[in-house]
């Protein structure tokens, strides 16, 4: 079984950094796009940033310039580097693959249990 096990959240004041991470384990062939995904209080999960296996990236508009997503394909990890923090960034952050190659088959939709990033004012 494929598992994504984020880390690095936490409590910032806004102004300040933080870096998440998302590992994957089990028994897998490759993933295609990664990506980090945001949920704030009482409201939908959206989009941060995603990343394909050959690093193209794509961003959210509240977030460009201040993220950057990167991936080390040999460890199965993505990487989500947080500047300039907002009290609007605190959220719970998730980490999904799109796809994931297991035994010839794609196992599709996979997310972490999610860290949470606390900004305060």
């Known amino acids: 079984q494929v598992q994504l096990v984020e880390s690095g959240g936490g409590l910032v004041q806004a102004g300040g950094s933080l870096r998440l991470s998302c590992a994957a384990s089990?028994?897998?062939?490759?993933?295609?796009?990664m990506g980090w995904y945001r949920q704030p209080p009482g409201k939908q999960r959206e989009l941060v940033a995603t990343?394909?296996?050959?690093?193209?990236?794509n961003y959210a508009d509240s977030v460009k310039g201040r993220f950057t997503i990167s991936r080390d394909n040999a460890k199965n990890t993505v990487y989500l580097q947080m500047n300039s923090l907002e009290p609007q960034d605190t959220a719970v952050y998730y980490c999904?693959?799109?796809?994931?190659?297991?035994?010839?088959?794609?196992?599709?939709?996979?997310w972490g249990q999610g860290t949470q990033v606390t900004v305060s004012s």
């Open positions: 990343i394909t296996s050959r690093g193209s990236t």
């Open positions: 999904n693959a799109d796809r994931i190659l297991v035994r010839f088959q794609w196992q599709y939709n996979n």
């Open positions: 089990g028994s897998f062939s490759s993933i295609n796009v």
